[in-house]
Every structure is written in structure tokens, then in C-alpha cells.
């Protein structure tokens, strides 16, 4: 036991000595290192002011003033074709149109059936006159390869229009 508190002791001095108070190298470096070139800093980029637009001057149409006519005769056609809200829906109406995909047909006491599987992977029967999708689709065609319909969509300017819609088969 006293052996080894004498190695230690002696290895502690032989480490304390062999720090040297001589740091005269240390200051060397820090001095060129202080000295040396660190660099420049870019300055900031200049940007051009911003050059506004007159559409008034230029004689062009201003994009945000609306041009149609709310009088004109098409808009008075479109603004009588209104959504039934009365109407009770379909069970294929709750899911967006691009969500359905038609699985195949069925002849059934010579009616013919369209089959649309729907996002939980139920597969519905449908005939022409009945609805599917979230825009008022009335199913119009049903053949071999797709299930056509028209939609009523609102126009943008308060009215609603009806675009042609379907779903091919196979199509998912």
C-alpha cells in the first residue's frame, strides 16, 4: 500500500515537471495568426427598384376588373340552371367524382347496370338517370367502357354551367 502511494506521488511530480512555463511558441502562432489576412465580406447586392405597371397606359385589359356581362343573355341561361337541394341524395354522391372507378356492366331482365367501386371498395349498381359525385352528376350513358354524366358547376360569376364528366373503365 505505501508502494503505490510512492509511484503515484513521484508520477504526479514527473507530470507537474514536465509542464514547462516556456509558452513561447504558443504566443508565436497567435500573433500570425492575428496578423494574417481573414478576408473580405461581400458587399450587399444591389437589386433594382421595382417598375410598376399601368394597364390604363398600355391600353390592355386590367386582370383583376372583371369583363363579363352580367346582363348578357348566355349568363341569364346559365343563372335559371341551379342545383336541386330538395332533391334527396344518392349514396354515390358523397364521394368526388375522381374517387369512383367503373368495375364492368351487368345485363340484368335486359337492363343494363354500370358497376362503380367506390373509395372503401364497396361496388354499387347504377342506372342512367341516377346521380354520383359531388357536383349534381346525373348519369346520362352507360356502355362497355366508361359511364358518362353531366355535372352542374358553379361558372365563377354566381351562375351555374354543366360539364360533361366519366369514368372509363378500369380507371382508378
Known amino acids: 500500500m505505501i508502494k503505490l502511494k510512492r509511484t ?99 345485363e340484368q331482365n335486359n337492363q343494363q347496370w354500370g358497376l362503380i367501386k367506390d373509395p372503401q371498395n364497396t361496388v354499387h349498381r347504377i342506372q342512367v338517370g341516377q346521380y354520383m359525385g359531388q357536383n349534381e352528376g346525373k348519369i346520362t350513358e352507360i356502355n362497355e367502357s366508361a359511364v358518362f354524366l353531366v355535372e352542374i358547376v358553379p361558372d365563377g360569376i354566381g351562375g351555374y354551367i354543366e360539364q360533361d364528366a366519366s369514368i372509363a373503365i378500369g380507371s382508378e
Open 8 to 106: 503515484t506521488i513521484c508520477l504526479c511530480l514527473l507530470s507537474v515537471g514536465a509542464c514547462s512555463h516556456d509558452t513561447n511558441d504558443l504566443q508565436t502562432f497567435i500573433a500570425e495568426t492575428k496578423s494574417a489576412h481573414v478576408g473580405s465580406v461581400k458587399p450587399i447586392p444591389q437589386f433594382k427598384p421595382y417598375e410598376s405597371f399601368s394597364y390604363t397606359a398600355a391600353e390592355l385589359r386590367d386582370p383583376f376588373v372583371s369583363t363579363a356581362n352580367l346582363q348578357n343573355e348566355e349568363t341569364t341561361k346559365t343563372s335559371l340552371l341551379n342545383p336541386d337541394k330538395t332533391r334527396p341524395r344518392q349514396p354515390l354522391e358523397v364521394f368526388p367524382l375522381d374517387t369512383l372507378s367503373m368495375v364492368g356492366i351487368l
